[in-house]
């Protein structure tokens, strides 16, 4: 059989060892596994997550792997569905400032639930991480237009999770093409529900990693899938994204990781406000005594695409409806960290979107798209201008928020950030067991059983 490039993908996949892993992009998948914990606990309480648990309390079925922060347990596809959608619920997850995807929100819920139905490793945990988070921001890299211009919203990211599944369930090469070719049928995805707020975007996250699970465990039993699932006449890249460059994808496969790209998030909200929210806090700062009140207009200045997704329409951003809408929110976001907030959870729960202090500053704040904002990064650059009643102005700028691969969280505001989300959650998880955990992730790769490594989080 010819190199196409799907067989180059499961090859790489099902050979691809721990150690050729460069430990840059492995130190970046251990903390992915401390902050998507976070995430996925926190999201316990999202809008949303209710209606999926009922569905599975209805369904039955083995008890198989654990359902997060509920002490449910349920077949490991449903665990994998529902873990999936609670990551993803409260814009917590990582993601990356080149491109706008979530590497890690559907990938690590798949590998969760496999790691409940067989025997895994702290290597081979690591490593599946690895090599999906790898593989989708390839994707996201080697596809033109991004989903923030195309709507496209990371159909692909299903290709990552089940790459990642394929490799810890130690599929063969056959069986990992198979796989990813099943799993075409499961990539599906639209930005429009992140414009609107509504929690199909989190169950989306579910969706792939529900999708990717199924189609390793039937690949493992035999069904077979589409082999030139990408680049066939009908393929996923032919039919919907022409607009590629396989040497982009397929380039130093397995030699260069690109899970280095990664941002952990601060703030819950959506990455494109962060730079704005630095920014606010910045301005604090630099108006140290000065009343909130006394600020007539604050002006926001980022990239035509980072406006449409956080900036407008005006009248949306002003009003938030929902604590999701209010995370994609410029106005909102801003508004809230200079009257005190600290961009949490707390901070867009459903009593604070009628808080007439924050609506009432949101009123201030003028939102504008400049294309001389776009940057090599989806993110671009944010310049805040603040005018206060005696005529002062303060300008400010940022590229690169906290959270960044050149402006790394440091260890101690991600460990806070853990025991904020299990504070958040209503769930008890004591000094010690996080002590324990964060150790166990650390050295991981001593684990013959990563399993328990979770179980604070049941």
């Not at 390839?138 to 599944?165: D, E, H, K, Q």
């Not at 809230?336 to 009123?363: C, F, I, N, R, Y």
């Not at 958040?424 to 964060?438: E, H, K, M, P, V």
Request: charged fraction near 20%.
């Amino acid at each position: 059989m010819a190199l196409t490039p799907e067989l180059a993908i499961a090859q790489h996949v099902a050979s691809c060892s721990f150690e050729q892993i460069p430990a840059a992009a492995v130190a970046v998948a251990k903390r992915s596994l401390i902050d998507g914990m976070a995430a996925l606990v926190a999201g316990r309480r999202a809008d949303g997550i209710d209606s999926m648990l009922s569905l599975a309390d209805q369904w039955g079925g083995a008890p198989e792997a654990r359902i997060f922060a509920s002490g449910r347990r349920a077949p490991a596809p449903l665990a994998a569905w529902i873990n999936g959608a609670q990551m993803r619920a409260l814009e917590l997850d990582d993601c990356t400032d080149t491109l706008p995807l979530h590497p890690t929100a559907a990938l690590l819920p798949a590998l969760l639930a496999a790691l409940d139905i067989t025997d895994i490793s702290g290597k081979d945990l690591v490593r599946g991480l690895a090599i999906a988070q790898d593989l989708k921001i390839r994707f996201g890299l080697a596809i033109t237009p991004n989903a923030m211009r195309s709507g496209r919203n990371s159909v692909y990211r299903v290709f990552a999770a089940t790459a990642g599944v394929a490799s810890v369930l130690g599929l063969d090469e056959k069986q990992t093409l198979n796989a990813l070719g099943l799993s075409a049928s499961y990539g599906a995805g639209d930005a429009q529900c992140a414009l609107e707020g509504v929690t199909a975007l989190r169950i989306q996250f579910g969706n792939s990693a529900h999708g990717a699970l199924h189609s390793c465990l039937l690949a493992k039993l035999g069904a077979t899938g589409p082999k030139e699932f990408l680049t066939g006449r009908y393929g996923y890249l032919t039919a919907f994204e022409p607009q590629h460059d396989l040497d982009v994808l397929l380039g130093d496969l397995g030699k260069r990781f690109e899970g280095t790209r990664i941002s952990v998030k601060p703030y819950a909200a959506c990455r494109c406000t962060h730079a704005a929210i630095d920014l606010a806090k910045e301005t604090l700062a630099e108006l140290a005594g000065i009343n909130v009140n006394d600020i007539t207009n604050i002006e926001i200045v980022v990239s035509p695409e980072v406006y449409n997704l956080v900036g407008g329409p005006r009248e949306t951003k002003l009003n938030p409806e929902t604590s999701a809408a209010a995370q994609f929110s410029l106005n909102f976001m801003v508004a809230s960290v200079l009257l005190g907030g600290e961009a949490g959870l707390a901070d867009t729960e459903t009593d604070k979107l009628t808080d007439s202090d924050v609506l009432s500053l949101a009123q201030r704040i003028h939102v504008k798209p400049d294309e001389s904002n776009r940057t090599a990064e989806v993110v671009g650059l944010t310049e805040m201008i603040v005018t206060t009643n005696t005529g002062q102005k303060i300008s400010l700028q940022n590229a690169h928020p906290l959270g960044g691969p050149t402006n790394i969280i440091p260890a101690d505001m991600l460990r806070q950030k853990l025991e904020d989300c299990i504070s958040y959650s209503g769930r008890q998880i004591s000094a010690d067991a996080i002590n324990q955990f964060l150790n166990q992730v650390e050295h991981i790769e001593k684990e013959p059983n990563a399993s328990g490594i979770f179980d604070p989080f049941d």
